[in-house]
């Protein structure tokens, strides 16, 4: 089998030691060296979180197979506290709809089934160097790739189906960026990701970014749901996209970052 093919489930049946023997043929596959293999305690169960170093950068590994990505609105309930705090920012005109449901179908993709490539992917995004439409070229060059869409969204949840990578919950009496809360914890993979509303992380998927909406929820004081939902881990904010890519983005890169991905 080829370790592009290696599932997350495949994954995650493996004790310790073979899963140091496969990170160590990751890492010896992109010319790499591991650094490190731990084991942490991940939706009940055991989850290795693997780290590789190749040319000064640090990698995670992203078991990938069958998976299911998107948010499941049919199956949630906001919280009393979720569907007031909403309620609120209705009131100041900030919303995408009269009720949570309506405003989060607008942001998060639906639920759906994939199959991706087991990759290695930079465990901090970087800034954009070059405009958006330059950074396949300038990251060929390097032997890296713009991570996809649903590779961006696995590799954020790490197969949790809830609405922010740590729970369906956020802190409603604070912004993310005014709070030293779980945004700013590694997940379950060992990535940076989704931490801080100003930063926002483009894929090859045009219709999207991710991980922040350049800090615009918090400059305009949305409310504090709205200014967590840019980390949600299924908010591709089209609105955003639009800007991004449209003809008054070609020279954008200001607060603009992405997550390069090494194959195997």
């Given amino acids: ?15 310790l030691p073979t899963a140091r023997t496969v990170a160590d043929t990751a890492a010896g596959l992109v010319g790499g060296r591991l650094t490190a293999v731990e084991t942490v305690e991940h939706l009940g169960a055991p989850l290795h979180r693997v780290r590789i170093e190749r040319d000064g950068r640090a990698f995670a590994l992203i078991p990938g197979g069958r998976l299911t990505l998107g948010f499941d609105l049919d199956a949630w309930q906001p919280s009393p506290e979720q569907a007031a705090d909403y309620a609120e920012s209705v009131e100041e005109g900030f919303s995408c709809g009269p009720d949570l449901r309506t405003h ?12 991706l490539a087991t990759v290695l992917m930079a465990v ?53 960026y005014d709070d030293e809360g779980p945004q700013f914890q590694r ?12 930063r926002t992380e483009i894929t090859s998927d045009l219709s ?18 709205l200014g967590w939902l840019p980390l949600a881990t299924a908010n591709r904010n089209p609105s955003l996209a639009e800007l991004v890519y449209g003809p008054d983005g070609s020279d954008l890169t200001d607060g603009l970052s992405t997550r390069p991905v090494l194959p195997l």
Avoid: K
């Fill in 124 to 176: 901090q995004d970087e800034p954009l160097a070059e405009p958006p439409a330059d950074m396949p070229a300038a990251l060929a060059a390097r032997g890296l790739r713009l991570p996809s869409a649903d590779e961006w969204e696995h590799a954020c949840g790490a197969g949790a189906d809830t609405l922010f990578r740590w729970g369906n919950e956020c802190p409603l009496d604070r912004i993310p």
């Fill in 187 to 198: 997940n379950a993979f060992g990535l940076r990701i989704a931490y801080d509303t100003y």
């Fill in 1 to 15: 089998m080829s370790l592009a093919d290696l599932s997350l489930t495949q994954w995650r049946s493996f004790d």
């Fill in 104 to 115: 989060l179908a607008e942001l998060l993709s639906p639920r759906r089934n994939v199959t």
């Fill in 208 to 225: 999207s970014v991710h991980g922040g909406d350049g800090g615009e929820s918090a400059c305009g004081a949305y409310g504090a749901l």
